[in-house]
């Protein structure tokens, strides 16, 4: 019996065969819009299969078709990712976002209730009030904290408890750090699932926590969605998305990805399959850069609150026991309030010299911005004290620099505040 390899050594060649490449060892960029059947019968078979019209016989496998459909470098990266969440198939996008859209589009339509975290990534936030809306896709919302008893009751008060489609969470939440209980939303969507006898899936961005730190379906979720620009890529150089889940789920979600025309092209695919073979390295050294720069911040007179998921103590309650139960780090973001306001901020991220003044996150360089006013500016002002994403908070990705440099750079900013 042949040993079972660990995922980062298979990102080194799982799904990829030499010698239909000339024995090239990387696979090539297949920069082609379509595929040459062999013959007529075999162009037609594909076809069946790529749109549904039957399934796979034993042993058959859907060929190359057109590079909407598949291409050999989505396909390659599509496998390879997958084994980090243990899923059963997995499709690429051209950006999160794309990824986001298509599972909200596929498993909601007019009249249905989708529940969902608070906070979420501003796009999300957007797309959700927003967009949805205007399609007829009433809303239902909850925070971390609230029991399943209180969702529960936020779902019936809506009046359309039996219309509830889909539960999307965030976790960790973005920019606070905020966890949800990937186990107990699930018992939330099997609870209406059983009372209105329909499938209700649960979605769960973990584009925070990257495909090592926490594994989602481990713990309940349906699907699985990334920001592939974030960890995945990590170099700040491509734009992607991905989601993963269940063959049965996923031939949906890949079934209106064709037709929205939103697949990774080539080229995103062979940078993101370049990314993966240094993932491991890059994310453990960023956790434990992270671990030292929130030490130095949580210790810092200027600073006045860090949201870090190594802060969490038993003091923290129920935080505490949904770190430990399904996070596998502390990961490598971090938020913190400085003592003051949009002003002691702006005066902080102004003199930062090392670390980039810019949005994203996950990339080999730290990343500082404001989220009040960057990413979440859209968000209900309101909502926005209520989740406390302030004028005064910061949030920064850790990159791979060392440690020593990186706190040095922000202790010269945080010398230009005056308290």
Same mark, same amino acid.
Not at 5 to 28: D, H, R, T
Not at 121 to 126: A, I, K, M
Not at 223 to 228: G, I, M, P, Q
């Given at each position: 019996?042949?040993?079972?390899?660990?995922?980062?050594?298979?990102?080194?060649?799982?799904?990829?065969?030499?010698?239909? &490449?000339?024995?090239?060892?990387?696979?090539?960029?297949?920069?082609?819009?379509?595929?040459?059947?062999?013959?007529?019968?075999?162009?037609?078979?594909? !076809?069946?299969?790529?749109?549904?019209? /039957?399934?796979?016989?034993?042993?058959?496998?859907?060929?190359?078709?057109?590079?909407?459909? #598949?291409?050999? #470098?989505?396909?390659?990266?599509?496998?390879?990712? @997958?084994?980090?969440?243990?899923?059963?198939?997995?499709?690429?996008?051209?950006?999160?976002?794309?990824?986001? =859209?298509?599972?909200?589009?596929?498993?909601? *339509?007019?009249?249905?209730?989708?529940? !969902?975290? #608070?906070?979420?990534?501003?796009?999300?936030?957007? !797309?959700?009030?927003?967009?949805?809306? *205007?399609?007829? %896709?009433?809303?239902?919302?909850?925070?971390?904290?609230?029991?399943?008893?209180?969702?529960?009751?936020?779902?019936?008060?809506?009046?359309?408890?039996?219309?509830?489609?889909?539960?999307?969470?965030?976790?960790?939440?973005?920019?606070?750090?905020?966890?949800?209980?990937?186990?107990? +939303?699930?018992?939330?969507?099997?609870?209406?699932?059983?009372?209105?006898?329909?499938?209700?899936?649960?979605?769960?961005?973990?584009?925070?926590?990257?495909?090592?730190? $926490?594994?989602?379906?481990?713990?309940?979720?349906?699907?699985?969605?990334? +920001?592939?620009? *974030?960890?995945?890529?990590?170099? &700040?150089?491509?734009?992607?998305?991905?989601?993963?889940?269940?063959?049965?789920?996923?031939?949906?979600?890949? @079934?209106?990805?064709?037709?929205?025309?939103?697949?990774?092209?080539?080229?995103?695919?062979?940078?993101?399959?370049?990314?993966?073979?240094?993932? *491991?390295? /890059?994310?453990? =050294? $960023?956790?434990?850069?992270?671990?030292?720069?929130?030490?130095?911040?949580?210790?810092?007179?200027?600073?006045?609150?860090?949201?870090?998921?190594?802060?969490?103590?038993?003091?923290?309650?129920?935080?505490?026991? %949904?770190?430990?139960?399904?996070?596998?780090?502390?990961?490598?973001?971090? +938020?913190?309030?400085?003592?003051?306001?949009?002003?002691?901020?702006?005066? !902080?991220?102004?003199?930062?010299?090392?670390?980039?003044?810019?949005?994203?996150?996950?990339?080999?360089?730290?990343?500082?911005?404001?989220?009040?006013?960057?990413?979440?500016?859209?968000?209900?002002?309101?909502?926005?004290?209520?989740?406390?994403? =302030?004028?005064?908070?910061?949030?920064?990705?850790?990159?791979?620099?060392?440690?020593?440099?990186?706190?040095?750079?922000?202790?010269?900013?945080?010398?230009?505040?005056?308290?």
């Amino acid at each position: 019996m042949s040993k079972q390899m660990k995922p980062e050594s298979l990102m080194m060649s799982y799904g990829y065969k030499p010698e239909l &490449s000339e024995g090239a060892v990387k696979c090539p960029i297949f920069q082609t819009s379509t595929f040459v059947f062999k013959n007529a019968e075999e162009g037609k078979a594909f !076809f069946e299969v790529a749109y549904g019209h /039957r399934n796979l016989h034993e042993g058959e496998e859907l060929g190359l078709i057109y590079s909407r459909i #598949n291409n050999p #470098n989505f396909e390659i990266l599509e496998d390879r990712l @997958a084994l980090w969440d243990k899923a059963e198939d997995c499709a690429v996008f051209e950006s999160g976002m794309s990824a986001i =859209t298509t599972v909200l589009f596929e498993f909601l *339509k007019p009249g249905d209730l989708l529940l !969902f975290s #608070n906070p979420v990534y501003g796009g999300t936030d957007h !797309f959700i009030r927003h967009v949805l809306p *205007k399609f007829g %896709i009433q809303l239902a919302e909850f925070r971390a904290g609230q029991s399943k008893d209180e969702i529960i009751q936020i779902v019936e008060a809506t009046g359309l408890a039996d219309k509830l489609a889909l539960v999307y969470i965030e976790t960790p939440a973005n920019p606070t750090n905020d966890l949800i209980d990937i186990s107990l +939303s699930k018992e939330i969507a099997s609870y209406f699932a059983n009372k209105n006898n329909s499938e209700i899936p649960l979605a769960v961005d973990n584009t925070y926590m990257g495909p090592l730190w $926490q594994h989602p379906l481990e713990h309940g979720a349906d699907l699985v969605l990334y +920001s592939a620009t *974030k960890y995945i890529g990590g170099h &700040s150089d491509v734009i992607a998305g991905a989601c993963l889940g269940s063959n049965k789920l996923m031939a949906r979600v890949k @079934a209106l990805r064709t037709f929205l025309g939103n697949m990774a092209s080539p080229n995103t695919a062979w940078l993101l399959l370049r990314s993966l073979e240094t993932l *491991k390295i /890059r994310m453990d =050294t $960023q956790a434990a850069n992270a671990e030292k720069v929130a030490a130095f911040l949580s210790a810092h007179p200027k600073v006045e609150k860090v949201y870090y998921l190594g802060n969490i103590t038993e003091n923290d309650g129920e935080q505490f026991h %949904i770190r430990n139960k399904q996070c596998l780090s502390n990961g490598a973001m971090i +938020s913190f309030d400085i003592k003051g306001g949009e002003k002691e901020a702006f005066l !902080f991220l102004n003199g930062l010299k090392l670390i980039k003044l810019a949005v994203s996150l996950g990339s080999t360089e730290s990343l500082a911005q404001h989220p009040a006013s960057m990413t979440h500016v859209d968000v209900d002002e309101e909502l926005k004290a209520l989740l406390g994403i =302030t004028p005064k908070m910061i949030r920064l990705s850790v990159g791979v620099e060392h440690y020593e440099d990186i706190i040095y750079d922000m202790s010269q900013a945080l010398d230009n505040i005056s308290i």
